[in-house]
């Protein structure tokens, strides 16, 4: 079983950056692609970025692209979303996410929640 730990969550000013993490313990982090998802109140949760086992390959939602970025540490078993040039509809709670494949995420994280002013 895996569990998985998000951070770096906060109140932040549109423009502004954060970073995320995501911490997983009880499985091998490496043999897992690991996605955010995030959701916005009232709103279905959606796919926001996904990484490939040693990090040749990236997928972002096309409402991210180019503002947010998808990294992995398998060394430290974490993986990282840096989030640039926040706009208040990027407000939501964000999720991490394992699996063995990029359409079968079988773990999640509780959420950090993240909020965006204008």
């Known amino acids: 079983q895996v569990q998985l730990v998000e951070s770096g969550g906060g109140l932040v000013q549109a423009g502004d950056s954060l970073r995320l993490s995501c911490e997983a313990s009880?499985?091998?982090?490496?043999?897992?692609?690991m996605g955010w998802f995030r959701q916005a109140p009232g709103k279905e949760r959606e796919y926001v970025a996904g990484?490939?086992?040693?990090?040749?390959?990236?997928y972002y939602a096309n409402s991210v692209k180019g503002r947010f970025t998808i990294s992995r540490d398998n060394a430290k078993n974490t993986v990282y979303l840096q989030t640039n040039s926040l706009k208040p509809e990027d407000t939501a709670v964000y999720y991490c996410?394992?699996?063995?494949?990029?359409?079968?995420?079988?773990?999640w994280g509780q959420g950090t929640q993240v909020t965006v002013s204008s």
């Open positions: 996410a394992a699996g063995p494949s990029g359409s079968d995420y079988k773990y």
């Open positions: 009880g499985g091998t982090f490496s043999s897992y692609v």
């Open positions: 990484i490939f086992r040693s990090a040749d390959s990236a």
